[in-house]
């Protein structure tokens, strides 16, 4: 593509962003952000409905106090239900209760704010040297001449034998002082912050399909049949996103023992260094509430497939299924018949009469036919 076909591109493409909630939260007031970023923390990312109405609330009062141009007559329900409108925020029911939570759009824009009121930096050693080990393992991996890879291993493995030697003679460098183990620590949790995000954007397309599946089932008058197959086809595309290949991966991740074991292990020994002291409490419970925190949103898309699946396996024993089922045959029959007869310029093959008794149409007004 041209320069100006990639212009013309990028173009639409922020057009479409203009008209998403996360731009729109860009002109939100400065106290809506403030409050959003308050609430929902790492630790707790979503609120009981009426515990987050009796947080706006003094809040509210708060703002008035200070002179803020505020509506009178709005409460912290009402700002509450046009967040939602807006889809700054998400209002899921969870454990027979309603929460309130940040949109995906919402949690991506406030991680992206983060960055310029936020006083930490990226540019630090932890960083740095995750950036190598990441170039370095891609680089390995990818390379498709085993014996460089070889040469790789074995020069890594006569590395880490020195640094034995060294430990064992004391001369080893010292570990990371606190500071430093900090800022590491920090980076993981920045790390799995985009998680979330990711999961959100993941639920919600499995929520639209839900809703899809079910509006086609009630209203539409297309074939039964193909509304599944475009369900199904859906389903193939929400999982070759990004978000999607995040949820595989990471469900790989969840089902691996081996890798469950060494991950707890190593947040446990985590727990116990001297620096982790030095860590917020936020943060020291967002590292050890890390793996049951994904694992519980690994779960709701688990229990939104389940009802996907019980959707379509309740439309599956349906009349209407069978009947669409039963007019597909028999098209086929029909259509088989035609192949098979034999060719002639004086005869016309006969084709055998659909029997559609069993069902149940009445006219063929009833039957709709779509070429797929």
């Known amino acids: 593509m041209s320069f100006t076909e990639n212009a013309v591109a ?10 998403s909630p996360g731009w729109k939260l860009t002109n939100a007031n400065p106290w809506v952000l403030a409050l959003f970023r308050e609430a929902f923390t790492r630790t707790r990312p979503r609120i009981p409905l009426d515990e987050f109405h009796s947080l706006t609330d003094s809040f509210l009062q708060q703002l008035r106090l200070n002179g803020q141009s505020l509506r009178e007559d709005w409460t912290g329900k009402n700002y509450a239900d046009d967040w939602v409108a807006r889809r700054f925020l998400a209002r899921p029911r969870a454990d027979g209760r309603f929460v309130y939570e940040l949109t995906e759009p919402a949690v991506r ?34 390379n498709p001449d085993p014996e460089a890879r070889i040469a790789v291993l074995e020069e890594e493995i006569a590395r880490r034998e020195d640094l034995i030697r060294s430990l064992r003679a004391g001369d080893a460098p010292p570990p990371l002082d606190d500071d430093t183990a900090v800022e590491a620590a920090r980076d993981i949790l920045d790390l799995a912050a985009a998680l979330p995000a990711d999961f959100k954007r993941m639920r919600d397309g499995l929520e639209k399909m839900l ?32 978000e999607g290949r995040t949820y595989e991966g990471f469900t790989a991740f969840l089902n691996d023992a081996d ?7 190593a947040i446990a020994q985590v727990m116990e260094r001297d620096f982790a002291d030095a860590m917020t409490p936020g943060d020291r419970q967002a590292l050890y509430r ?29 009349d209407e299924y069978r009947e669409s089922v039963q007019l ?13 007869a ?26 709709h036919l779509f070429n797929p």
């Open 10 to 19: 990028r173009w639409a493409e922020l057009q479409r962003l203009q008209a």
């Open 109 to 142: 824009f406030l991680s992206y704010l983060d960055g310029f009121t936020g006083d930490t930096t990226s540019l630090n050693s932890s960083r740095l040297n995750t950036l190598l080990s990441s170039v370095e393992t891609l680089a390995h991996e990818s």
């Open 211 to 242: 809703h899809t599946l079910r509006q086609e089932m009630v209203e539409s008058q297309a074939s039964k049949g193909l509304t599944m197959g475009e369900i199904l086809e859906a389903d193939k595309r929400l999982r070759s996103t990004s």
């Open 259 to 265: 890798q469950q074991g060494r991950f707890r292990h």
């Open 290 to 318: 890390m793996i049951s925190d994904m694992r519980e949103q690994a779960a709701e898309i688990q229990r939104i497939y389940g009802r996907l699946s019980e959707s379509m396996h309740t439309y599956v024993q349906s």
């Open 328 to 340: 597909r045959q028999l098209i086929r029959t029909a259509e088989t018949a035609i192949h098979k």
């Open 342 to 367: 034999p060719r002639s310029k004086r005869r016309t093959a006969a084709v055998p009469a659909p029997q559609l008794y069993g069902a149940a149409f009445e006219s063929l007004g009833m039957v």
